[in-house]
Every structure is written in structure tokens, then in C-alpha cells.
């Protein structure tokens, strides 16, 4: 689980330290308040290339950092000691850009190669998935995922023709 996020001299950022408490996190904002400049961030943390147009502008070098929690994450762990980069406690990813255009990746505190970042990424989206889906009460299995999407579409559109019929003046909307 991520934990914090540190971003310096990164496209229009100059400073940036986030850190998420445990639990479910959302970024919500207007367009162009700066989600996907946190989520790039995190892409490049994870193996994406660099790009120069990405070091901010008058910056001499941009660098970004992020430790992950990793205490449900065994797989992690193992690959970490496989690769011989494991630490103690939380994994910290941090990568630099210069304004020549040279990038430069770390991992819990020892130089990475982008191809290191990349395997490791693969390794934390692999996730155990059961064998079938659980069966719900009543005896029956869970309903296919185009099944459940089509249910809550049609129930946000209920929604929708709701509201906007209380905000035309009908009462029994």
C-alpha cells in the first residue's frame, strides 16, 4: 500500500509530499488540479520512461520517491530478497531526472535498472484470485461482471432522471 508520495521539480510541481493513511484514498478534483500528474509520478516510480518535457520547467533535476507498505504483500518482499534489494520494514522507490536527460532509479536504497522497476511492478499486480466466484446467499453464485455493471448503470440513470425531475418541481420524483 502506498504511504507516501514525495515529488520535487516534476512537471508544474515544485514540492509535493503526500502521505495516505491506511484505508481506501480518493483524488477527486477539478479537470487540471493535478491527479494525473500524481499518478504519472507513480508510473515513472514503477518503470514508465522519462520524458524531458516532465522536468519542470528552470528545474535543474526532478526526483521523485515513494514508500509502499508491504505487510500484505509477501510476493513483494520475496522478489525484493531475490533481487537482493530487500530491506527491513517498508520498500522505498526513488528516481532522479536531469536536465540532460539521464535518470537514475533506487531501490530501498541501491541503484535499480528501469528493467528492475518494470519486474517489480509486474510482481505487485499479481494478485492470488480464488478458483470461482464465491456463491452469494440464497445458494447462488455471483452475478458476471457485465451482469453487475448493467445493474448499476440502470440504477444511476434512475437516479439521474430522479434529480432531475425534483429540480424541475416534481414532487414525486
Known amino acids: 500500500m502506498l504511504r507516501l508520495l514525495s515529488i520535487r521539480d516534476f512537471v508544474v510541481v515544485e514540492t509535493l509530499d503526500l502521505e495516505l493513511a491506511s484505508g481506501f484514498s480518493v483524488l477527486t478534483g477539478e479537470t487540471g488540479a493535478g491527479k494525473?500528474?500524481?499518478?504519472?509520478?507513480?508510473?515513472?516510480?514503477?518503470?514508465?520512461?522519462?520524458?524531458?518535457?516532465?522536468?519542470?520547467?528552470?528545474?535543474?533535476?526532478?526526483?521523485l520517491a515513494a514508500v509502499f507498505e508491504l505487510d500484505d504483500r509477501?510476493?513483494?518482499?520475496?522478489?525484493?530478497?531475490?533481487?537482493?534489494?530487500?530491506?527491513?520494514?517498508?520498500?522505498?522507490?526513488?528516481?532522479?531526472?536531469?536536465?540532460?536527460?539521464?535518470?537514475?532509479?533506487?531501490?530501498?536504497?541501491?541503484?535499480a535498472t528501469l528493467a528492475q522497476l518494470q519486474r517489480g511492478r509486474r510482481t505487485a499486480g499479481r494478485h492470488p484470485r480464488p478458483a470461482r466466484a464465491p456463491v452469494a446467499a440464497g445458494g447462488r453464485g455471483a452475478a458476471p461482471p457485465g451482469r453487475r455493471v448493467r445493474r448499476l448503470h440502470r440504477a444511476r440513470r434512475r437516479g439521474r432522471r430522479r434529480l432531475a425531475g425534483l429540480a424541475h418541481g416534481d414532487r414525486r420524483a
Open 36 to 63: 494525473s500528474i500524481l499518478l504519472d509520478a507513480l508510473a515513472l516510480l514503477l518503470g514508465d520512461r522519462f520524458e524531458l518535457r516532465q522536468l519542470r520547467p528552470g528545474a535543474s533535476r526532478a526526483e
Open 74 to 111: 509477501p510476493e513483494v518482499a520475496a522478489w525484493l530478497g531475490e533481487e537482493g534489494l530487500a530491506a527491513e520494514g517498508d520498500l522505498l522507490i526513488r528516481r532522479t531526472l536531469d536536465a540532460q536527460g539521464k535518470s537514475r532509479a533506487w531501490i530501498n536504497g541501491r541503484p
